[in-house]
Antibody
Framework: EVHLVESGGGLVQPGGSLRLSCAAS????????MYWVRQAPGTGLVWVSR????????SYADSVKGRFTISRDNAKSTLYLQMNSLRAEDTSVYYC?????????????WGQGTLVTVSS | DIVMTQSPDSLGVSLGERATINCKSS????????????LAWYQQKPGQPPKLLIY???TRESGVPDRFSGSGSGTDFTLTISSLRAEDVAVYYC?????????FGQGTKLDIK
């Protein structure tokens, strides 16, 4: 069964760093654009970043630009999010998501999410 | 950025009755060359990730029951659940994928009345 599994979340102090990973299974990872979407506790969904199939094109929400870096390793079927200079407002569940084959920016497969808490 | 606004924020519907959720975008998400609306609907149950229900405004994702339907065009869209079942209790989000950044509505919480 196709699925995505995130890891790497946890508690970090303001100004700290974390690296999230998302392992993909049972589909050809290299054929799909991939995304990170976050959800602060009790709130809605916010797009964070996306990467194209070969990793050469990326895009970021203004709120994370310059602090977060998305990357991928197609040989390992794994997506990453390097998060630096973390702030309290980055506290969220971070989901990785797959773009549909027909339409980029529409998400047909989601991981279970990993919680990032930024607090002193 | 395109702003997505859903109504109502919460909704209580009796089992077997129709549920209707509305979504309005701040600009058209209809791509004229393809005549497709870049609008999706997701369902999120407590403690779970979102699940894609509808894309292209009215195309059901594989495996989604046919009691779920989407309609609308341009800036105004509707998700309809024709006969509510207990397992449909969830928060529903609309999302535009017409332009970057993709943006979501604030969500509509659907409960049993």
């Amino acid at each position: 069964e196709v699925h995505l599994v995130e890891s790497g979340g946890g508690l970090v102090q303001p100004g700290g760093s974390l690296r999230l990973s998302c392992a993909a299974s049972d589909f050809t990872f290299s054929n799909y654009w991939m995304y990170w979407v976050r959800q602060a506790p009790g709130t809605g969904l916010v797009w964070v970043s996306r990467i194209n199939t070969d990793g050469r094109s990326t895009s970021y929400a203004d709120s994370v630009k310059g602090r977060f870096t998305i990357s991928r390793d197609n040989a390992k079927s794994t997506l990453y999010l390097q998060m630096n200079s973390l702030r309290a407002e980055d506290t969220s569940v971070y989901y990785c998501a797959r773009g549909t084959y027909e339409a980029n920016n529409c998400f047909d497969l989601w991981g279970q999410g990993t919680l990032v808490t930024v607090s002193s | 950025d395109i702003v997505m606004t859903q109504s109502p924020d919460s909704l209580g519907v009796s089992l077997g009755e129709r549920a209707t959720i509305n979504c309005k975008s701040s600009q058209s998400v209809l791509y004229s060359s393809s005549n497709r609306n870049y609008l999706a609907w997701y369902q999120q149950k407590p403690g779970q990730p979102p699940k894609l229900l509808i894309y292209w405004a009215s195309t059901r994702e594989s495996g989604v029951p046919d009691r779920f339907s989407g309609s609308g065009s341009g800036t105004d869209f509707t998700l309809t659940i024709s006969s509510l079942r207990a397992e449909d209790v969830a928060v529903y989000y609309c999302q535009q994928y017409y332009s970057t950044p993709p943006t979501f509505g604030q969500g509509t919480k659907l409960d049993i009345k």
